[in-house]
């Protein structure tokens, strides 16, 4: 089984849909992260947190919320679904010590299609 | 503020050596590196921390320095593995990881 796991992998819907992205790790990592990938612009962040009451919002939060349910899980939210937010969404862990020093460890990612 | 990444796209044959280039406007606290593979999801490389430290892996290695700002990832020897989307990651400090937008790696037999 995977580390870190997101549903659904693939999801289309209508504009105006809510829209949940979930996100379980079981590294034991604090840190979770969702990105969202599109073709020509790289991995932006979306949302972090260190904790379930830290979060922070990332580089393009508009039009999303998360929710840290628990260390383990972590979950990305669009309100109401737009065309432009059709993308591919990557959530990662890291973890800082002795071991880690800040990589991060990917799910699979969902992709997400709105008409 | 997102790192600029050099070139955007690089074909080889196997065995030629390639050098991708990554620099930021601040101050770093360190800089990764990931490999994505069409279809899957980033895979870490490296990462090189404030020091001018050097890394390697494999035959991928990659510089850091801190005065300008910048890292090159250098792949030598490459091989058919070796295809794919090379991100660099930059962080200011101990928090979150802003990527560039990628170099896009093809290396032909």
């Known amino acids: 089984d995977a580390d870190v796991t997101q549903t659904p992998r693939n999801r289309i819907t209508k504009t105006g849909k809510r829209i949940m992205l979930e996100c379980s790790q079981t590294k034991g990592h604090d840190r979770m992260y969702w990105y969202r990938q599109d073709p020509g612009l790289g991995l932006r962040l979306i949302y972090y947190?260190?904790?379930?009451?830290?979060?922070n919002k990332g580089e393009i939060s508009d039009g999303y919320s998360v929710s840290r349910q628990a260390q383990a899980k972590f979950s990305l939210s669009l309100e109401s679904a737009i065309p432009n937010q059709t993308a591919l969404y990557f959530c990662?862990?890291?973890?800082?010590?002795?071991?880690?020093?800040?990589?991060?460890?990917f799910g699979e990612g969902s992709r997400l299609t709105v008409l | 503020q997102q790192p600029v990444q050099s070139p955007q796209a690089v074909i080889l044959r196997e065995g030629e050596d390639a050098v991708i280039n990554c620099s930021s406007s601040?101050?770093?606290?360190?800089v990764h590196w990931y490999r994505q593979k069409h279809g899957e999801a980033p895979v870490f490389l490296m990462i090189?921390?404030?020091?001018?430290e050097q890394k390697g892996h494999e035959k991928i290695s990659a510089s850091f320095n801190e005065k300008k700002q910048q890292s090159s990832l250098y792949l030598t020897a490459s091989q058919l593995s070796y295809s794919g989307t090379y991100f660099c990651g930059t962080e200011f400090s101990q928090d979150k990881l802003i990527f560039g937008t990628g170099t896009r790696l093809q290396v032909f037999p």
């Open positions: 090189l921390l404030k020091g001018g």
């Open positions: 601040k101050a770093l606290y360190s």
């Open positions: 990662a862990t890291s973890d800082y010590g002795t071991v880690n020093t800040g990589e991060l460890f």
């Open positions: 947190s260190f904790d379930v009451k830290d979060i």
